[in-house]
């Protein structure tokens, strides 16, 4: 069974940071790019960040560009997103998702496997 297991959310100022995790198991994503979607109320889920299988690329969102960093730890099967400069708007569900293939950015389309989610709430 596979899961994507998210954690690291949580409540913080704007200004502060906060490194969100997720943590996969059940099989190994080996030549699957992974990232990070997020939702806020009343609003569709949205690409914030993804990399590649060997983390050569990247992509990020522009609303989220030099503020959040993303990265994996492929011995640990492990997809962190660490998140400075937090702000206000970026308040919603931090999804983390796994594509069915190696390219950057993931879209919706592209999701095979999606985490339960994890809570960030930035206050002003």
């Known amino acids: 069974q596979v899961q994507l297991v998210e954690s690291g959310g949580g409540l913080v100022q704007a200004g502060g940071s906060l490194r969100l995790s997720c943590a996969a198991s059940g099989r190994t994503f080996r030549y699957c790019a992974m990232g990070w979607f997020r939702q806020a109320p009343g609003k569709e889920r949205e690409f914030v960040a993804g990399?590649?299988?060997?983390?050569?690329?990247?992509s990020d969102a522009d609303s989220v560009k030099g503020r959040f960093t993303i990265s994996r730890d492929n011995a640990k099967n492990v997809v962190y997103l660490q998140m400075n400069s937090l702000k206000a708007e970026d308040t919603a569900d931090y999804y983390c998702a796994a594509s069915g293939t190696d390219v950057v950015p993931i879209t919706l389309q592209r999701t095979d496997y999606w985490g339960q989610g994890t809570q960030v709430t930035v206050s002003a």
């Open positions: 990399i590649s299988w060997s983390g050569g690329s990247t």
